[in-house]
């Protein structure tokens, strides 16, 4: 059980906003603040203790506790609260909020570049098998090396750059459907980098195998970036299975 109070256990919880023709306050200021904060987060996917953290910083007149189990406070407050079953256009704007914050990762080169040095600390697992393949190159001590590890790195960035073009035809094919959504740079953004949870997995696990069976491939450490993608069509259109197959059928023919 994770549980929160209004004050500590020798202060009381003040009164909020009486209401004259009920004769009778409204509610305490915490589950106001409670409240409120809900109703502005719901699309968020905010996590329990933050909204915690949130709802004390917010309380003024007592100071709010939490108490028992919070291994699992980093879940988002409508598992617990309610439960919404979005569709369309509440999809499309949860998927556009989750990208408030988000930059386009250029930590990588689009092409061969002699200089690129990758970190030796932390790399993201997309690029991994590119980072390593640098810094071999980087690391060879005569000539036939470094021409068969840059050769290597090309490679790789050249299957990079088509599993990229792949995707992108994938998505303005399947929005080309869309007669509710004026289809935007945006909005294309959204759909390939946005994050939502995804809730239809029997689309999910027929596009996913349609992209291996139609342009035989399988998924990569880099090409999983784009399950996000899948799963973002797969919530928002309705016939998503079979118009996914149909773009990976022509797009890979």
Known sequence: VFATTAATPDQPSYAFYYNDTLQTYMADEYSIRWMQDSTNNWDAYESLIQQYNDTAANTKESQPQKYGDDSFDQE????????????????????????????????????????????????????VKLATL???YLAAKDIESRIYYAALVEEELEYRLEVDLLFDELVKYVTSYSNNEIVTSDFIDAIKYGHIRPTNFKCLKYVYSSYESKCENRFTDYSLKYVNTLVNLCQIYDNAQEIVQQGFEQICQ
């Open 134 to 136: 640098q810094h071999r």
């Open 76 to 127: 988002p407050i409508e598992d617990f609260e309610a439960y919404q079953d979005r569709k369309g256009k509440d999809i499309i704007k949860l998927l556009r909020n989750s990208l408030k914050n988000w930059k386009k990762d250029e930590s990588c080169p689009s092409s061969f570049d002699t200089n690129w040095v990758p970190s030796k600390e932390a790399v993201s697992s997309r690029d």
